[in-house]
């Protein structure tokens, strides 16, 4: 029996989460949920964004299931995810971005895994007005040497276990040259130690352009904090949509998985989010635990239902589309197949 913290979350997260946990116990993989709110249900309730009780939480399970996170635009609280990736430093976050059959993208068969850098530079949160007029703002983005070190060892490490063949290095060097400079640097050294796999670098407005006219060049990429968040997002772009695309992030004590999305507040509490993002996040999980097989069948089960394409939410199917609860039952069915 594992134990998994289980944050609900915001917006359409209670719903997506409940979908996930519903088809994992399907599967047959028995996990002990630790229930624990964060985010707006957790201010309401404890007057808190991230209550003591869901570190502790994840501090006894080490792994946690999350769902979207509402964060004020400009001023209110911090975001709950950034604080929850410091505190525990989860420095990996790993977003795969495969091609679904049966969903229309841009390109067919692709596969690329976004390794991000997850903890420094723009995301520290040094940020300030620098007079009270608010005349200007400055952030504050750090590069360390060995921050750098740790996630592109990451990269080349996860490229190794899942026979990848190529990372490639998203920077802004040319114009960033210290904070950009270092992250290069370390990157042309860590390629060294792996002449097993190819290694190249991009700078990211070349980057971007080329993601979206031939992704088909990239495996798995690695870059800095900002750079990856509009990456991944683009990457779910080119596979289908936001729905899809699931999230690791992964530290040395603790792992949260979740989906990239948001908490779609426009769609809450209408029964229309598609669960997909958040069931694979719950996928990648299971890889975690290593259940493996349970993993496999779930991921098999949920493509399924999308390329069959009759009971798909209406992100993916604009004709006639089921609700978040009637897509799940649909996977489990399938799953039991
Ligand atoms: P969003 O991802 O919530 O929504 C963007 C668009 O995609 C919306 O039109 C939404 O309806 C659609 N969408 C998202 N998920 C979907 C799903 N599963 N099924 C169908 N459609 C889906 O982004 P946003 O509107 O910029 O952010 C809303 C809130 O979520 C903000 O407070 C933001 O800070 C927060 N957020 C949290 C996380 C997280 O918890 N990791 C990530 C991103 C944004």
Redesign the pocket.
């Known amino acids: 029996m594992h134990e998994v913290t289980l944050i609900p979350?915001?917006?359409?997260g209670p719903s997506?989460t409940e979908s996930a946990v519903r088809i994992i116990e399907a599967s047959g993989v028995k996990i002990a949920w630790d229930r624990a709110e964060a985010g707006m249900a957790a201010i309401d309730k404890y007057k808190d964004p991230l209550p003591k009780a869901v570190l502790d939480s994840i501090e006894r399970t080490r792994v946690a299931l999350?769902?979207?996170?509402?964060?004020?635009?400009g001023s209110g609280f911090r975001?709950v995810?950034v604080a929850l990736r410091k505190e525990f430093d989860l420095y990996a976050n790993v977003r795969p971005a495969k091609t679904f059959e049966g969903v229309t993208s841009q390109h067919d068969d692709l596969d690329i895994v976004i390794v991000r850098e997850n903890t420094e530079e723009f995301y520290a949160g040094i940020e300030h007005y620098i007079d009270p007029q608010r005349s200007a703002a400055e952030t504050i983005g750090i590069v360390t040497r060995s921050g750098s070190h740790r996630i592109l060892k990451y990269a080349y490490e996860f490229a190794r276990k899942y026979h990848r063949k190529k990372v490639t290095t998203v920077h802004k060097a040319n114009i960033l040259k210290y904070t950009g400079g270092l992250f290069l640097d370390v990157s042309r050294e860590v390629a060294a130690e792996y002449p097993d796999l190819e290694s190249n670098d991009r700078i990211i407005d070349n980057m971007a352009m080329q993601m979206v006219m031939n992704p088909h060049q990239f495996d798995v990429i690695v870059t800095t904090n900002l750079f990856g968040d509009i990456l991944s997002d683009l990457a779910s772009g080119l596979v289908g949509?936001?729905?899809l695309a699931p999230g690791a992030n992964i530290g040395y004590t603790a792992s949260i998985f979740?989906?990239?999305?948001?908490?779609?507040?426009?769609?809450a509490g209408k029964d229309?989010?598609?669960?997909?993002?958040v069931i694979l996040a719950g996928v990648l999980l299971l890889r975690h635990l290593n259940e493996e097989s349970a993993a496999e069948r779930i991921e098999r089960a949920v493509r399924s239902v999308i390329k069959e394409g009759k009971c798909v939410?209406?992100?993916l199917n604009h004709q006639s589309p089921v609700g978040t609860s009637k897509m799940t039952a649909a996977i489990i069915d399938r799953l039991t197949d």
């Open positions: 979350g915001d917006g359409i997506i999350k769902g979207p996170l509402t964060t004020p635009v975001s995810n949509g936001l729905g979740e989906a990239v999305h948001g908490s779609a507040p426009d769609i229309l989010a598609n669960p997909t993002a939410t209406r992100d």
